[in-house]
């Protein structure tokens, strides 16, 4: 037995043991190579990567030392007795070889798996390797087994409630709130609707961010829990909750690899809605040259790709192929959406009718799952009456009013068409890089204003947007970006 | 600027640099993450991973220290002056991913990212996901740029001649040493033959372990040149040639993941060729449910991308298909295989008809190359007279003579038959294990002396091999091992 010791070395996130090299209890230098170690002691153990050190000021010979990161995995005292062995080798590593070799597997082989991968027993170049391998070419049964492993690893929440709607966009397009107006209408219908939401991670605002300028967001399972039980919904950050451990381990791999898969997006998304208790989804997947999807054919692999997966979890599935060519809503940014959103619920002479004709679509096919005879009819009398703002209002009490929202940036400037014409297109990723630039998402209050769609004539001269920021700096930085390229291209006529 | 230290833990051979997290010149912290650093010092270099210490007894704050092995590369003494940035991200990492995500790429693309995979920019997991693609899905002008690109980053061998031939066997069928009877039947018709052979993996002898019963066999590049130009060929090891740096980054991918793949193979095998001159080669590709190629179809498909990728780099290819369902020879490991080949020179009348019929047929399909009108004629006199003996001799004496060639071991065994009829089939996996479990090929003399081949009438109890070992142990465990399945089918009748 070795005497634990912890030694002041940060090695980010892997966990690392060191010994002395004439360690009298082991052979420290058999130890070293490309497989890990496991350290042991009071029926708990970490798995690790092993450094020999020479110097007995670092690690003392009796000791065995951990780093900080390794140290509090293990929940030991410096002083306890631990042993080290071997890191077993993972036992689903034949059916990892087997798929990367091209193999189908089965579900009890590819749960293996994930449970060797969410323990850290396999390394970086095992788990690239499977997948690369799945991400072309794991069949439906298998993105079924896939997705369910997932799911069983996520921490679950479960409500007393035979339907559990949701509603997801597969989004790419700046702007397009519709989930907030969704939302209160459901919820202002009855049915129960959890909507946990994402940040932007490369857009101006995603609709965690756009919420956030009229609530608290960041929940963790009790809050929701709660606040879902007041007013039968919620719409809050999705970082505090249904966390699935294997997405940390996917992502390390497919981020730098640029992995995109539908297998496993697909997979990814479903497995947190059944760790949320879901029972019945809508799909919005918008196809446009920017969007996540860019052809009607894709779109529709995917959506059947969800029903499939989705059928196999027990989960009810709808998909909407939507035009994704170009923002819906006049704001982009946070506050700027959320102001849109608020005017529709409202409804405000001024309010976008395109965002609330989505949003609409998309409530009454959430309805539908309940057996509402007429959903559109009722989806509009219920955002008619004001029934939606005031499940609004008490969503936004139960998650945690905030007392000050920000309005749009101070500080402006327009940019103009520089020739008449009609506008032929708008490009997304354009408009999403000048409203990051003018301080999206964490400055709530920055963003765009559009003025303009795709059909509408324009004169030269005439705003086509209003760039709004908080600091001058970021909104020269937005002004002068957006003077090289508007993101709109004006056709003459 | 900070100052170069060395601290004592031996991070295997992972190069590690460690920073205080108070230094004063830069943001320890900001280092931290996936990506890793290059320490710069002198108009020299090292990449390494970064860790943050808390501790000054450790690292001082104005200090940079690197693990021995990192400390090595960059070749620097302590206290000199030494700079840290983010490595550069490797240039061809937009391919790369393109190619995981399924795109082709171009010779210029491949090359690239061969030359930062050998610089060693890429993580382990991007390593990984490249060749789980590309052993896939590399097309043919794909397999070709990457055979070139790995052939040009070896260390180069040209020979004075226009003609310089090669003979390989894909190999996995124990015994079978045809290579040994070939190349000095080339040799004295007066070709260039420079044969770099492998020694075992997995089986109980390569044809440099069998060649080492005879000569010194672990020649570098220098004592090549020397022995081909006095006789005009070899039969050498070739881990002290062409070594290809790709390959050792490759190996610690594909052979954890169990990656087998044509495409890697032929590009693996033709890049060592061009990079040793070779001109034309015989390929021999046995067909067998034991040997590296299990059927017709696949046998055709990678002889297909042999010639293909063979003519892309101006090399001539012929290959033959031949029957790898029983080992050829009657000897199984580096002795017994040996004196099967020096019988065979001998035109001993108890040489293995089957060896010396196949390693003919090989050798004239080489001299095919030389434009000689009847090589199948032309070869039986070379073996009939003595020249390819004498050739033989003067290789041997190249290579330098082993003095004392140890003979089959001198304990031994023999297996009978427990009933009975026909051979059926020899079961090639079991023949190897039982020749390793008697000590080859580590133990020269060790292996099998087959007295049966397929469809041979045996009686039972009738002996069907006779095992040789040079320690009892040895013999008791390969006898044992034996016992419960010979590895020989008998058929009634």
Redo the contacts between chains.
């Keep these: 037995m070795l005497r634990l010791a912890r030694l ?5 996130r892997e966990p690392v043991a ?1 010994l002395h ?1 004439r360690c009298p209890e082991c052979n420290a230098e058999s130890f ?3 497989r890990k170690v496991e350290v042991s002691g009071g029926g708990r153990s970490v798995t690790c990567a092993l ?5 007995a ?2 690690v003392a010979p009796d000791a065995l030392a951990l780093s900080p990161h390794a140290f509090d995995l293990l929940g030991l005292a410096e002083g306890e007795a631990v042993s080290i062995r071997r890191a077993p080798e993972p036992a689903s590593r034949p059916a990892l ?1 087997a798929r ?3 193999r189908r597997l089965s579900a009890a082989e590819i749960d293996a798996v994930v449970e060797d991968m969410v323990a850290g027993r396999y ?7 499977f ?3 799945a991400a ?1 070419t794991l069949d439906d049964d298998e993105v079924i087994a896939f997705t369910r492993a997932r799911a069983e690893r996520s921490a679950k929440v479960s409500w007393p409630r035979e339907i559990v709607v949701d509603k997801h966009s597969m989004g790419g397009i700046p702007g397009t709130r519709v989930t907030m107006v969704v939302i209160p209408i459901v919820v202002a219908h009855g049915l129960t609707i959890p909507k946990a939401a994402s940040r932007a991670i490369t857009s101006p605002a995603g609709t965690a961010d756009a919420m956030e300028v009229l609530a608290r967001v960041d929940l963790d399972a009790g809050e929701v829990r709660r606040a879902v039980d007041e007013v039968g919904g919620c719409i809050v950050w999705n970082g505090k909750l249904s966390h699935s451990p294997i997405d940390d381990v996917m992502n ?2 497919t981020r ?5 898969s539908d297998r496993l997006s697909v997979s990814s998304i479903l497995s947190k809605k059944a760790a949320l208790g879901v029972t019945h989804i809508v799909f919005d997947i918008p196809v446009g040259p920017t969007a996540k999807v860019a052809s009607r054919a894709e779109a529709e692999e995917l959506a059947r790709l969800f029903v499939v997966t989705a059928e196999g979890l027990g989960i009810d599935v709808r998909c909407e192929i939507t035009d994704g060519t170009q923002p819906i809503g006049r704001g982009v940014g946070p506050a700027l959406e959320a102001r849109d959103v608020m005017k529709v619920l409202a409804n405000d002479a001024d309010a976008p009718s395109d965002l609330r004709d989505k949003a609409l679509m998309l409530a009454a096919r959430v309805l539908d799952f309940d057996g509402v005879a007429e959903p559109r009819e009722r989806a509009e009398t219920l955002l008619r009456s004001g029934a939606a703002a005031k499940a609004m209002e008490r969503l936004i009490d139960a998650q945690g009013r905030n007392p000050a929202p920000p309005g749009p940036g101070a500080l402006t400037r327009e940019v103009a068409a520089a020739r008449g014409g009609t506008v032929a297109s708008i490009d997304c990723y354009r408009i999403s890089g000048i409203a990051r630039r003018a301080g999206a998402p964490m400055e709530k209050s920055a963003g765009l204003d559009l003025f303009k769609q795709r059909g509408d004539a324009v004169e030269a001269g005439e705003p086509l947007y209003r760039i709004h920021a908080a600091e001058q700096a970021d909104l020269a930085e937005a002004a002068g970006y957006a003077e090289r390229d508007s993101g709109f291209e004006i056709a003459a006529g």
């Design positions: 002041a070395i940060d090695t980010w060191y090299r070293l190579g490309p450094n020999v050190v020479d110097d000021a670092l070889r990367i070799a091209g390394a970086a170049r095992e788990t690239a390797g997948l690369v391998a072309q390390a791999v730098p690899l640029g992995i995109v």
